[in-house]
Nanobody
Framework: QVQLVESGGGLVQAGDSLRLSCVASGRTFSRYAMGWFRQAPGKEREFVASISWSGGSTYYADSVKGRFAISRDNPKNTIYLQMNSLKPEDTATYYC?????????????????WGQGTQVTVSS
């Protein structure tokens, strides 16, 4: 069972930036696509961004495209989410995720392992 630990959340003002990190346990990190999801109070969890196991392909929700950037450092078992030009509507708990199977594409439906989440609050 993989363990995913997120960090980097906090309280910021609109227009500010934050960088989230997620460290995964185990020795097979580089075989798995990774992603970020978020859930705001009273709403369903939604896809934010994902990255292929090699890091060569990235995908974004339309709501964050051009503002957020996902990346990974395989030797460090870590993925990142650089969030720029934050808006109040970005306020949510952000979850790191891993695909269920190795070598799977980073489609949102392939994710099945989740971290505990890190809170991001953007004030107006």
């Amino acid at each position: 069972q993989v363990q995913l630990v997120e960090s980097g959340g906090g309280l910021v003002q609109a227009g500010d930036s934050l960088r989230l990190s997620c460290v995964a346990s185990g020795r097979t990190f580089s075989r798995y696509a990774m992603g970020w999801f978020r859930q705001a109070p009273g709403k369903e969890r939604e896809f934010v961004a994902s990255i292929s196991w090699s890091g060569g392909s990235t995908y974004y929700a339309d709501s964050v495209k051009g503002r957020f950037a996902i990346s990974r450092d395989n030797p460090k078992n870590t993925i990142y989410l650089q969030m720029n030009s934050l808006k109040p509507e970005d306020t949510a708990t952000y979850y790191c995720a891993r695909t269920v199977a190795p070598w799977a594409s980073p489609m949102s439906s392939n994710f099945g392992s989740w971290g505990q989440g890190t809170q991001v609050t953007v004030s107006s």
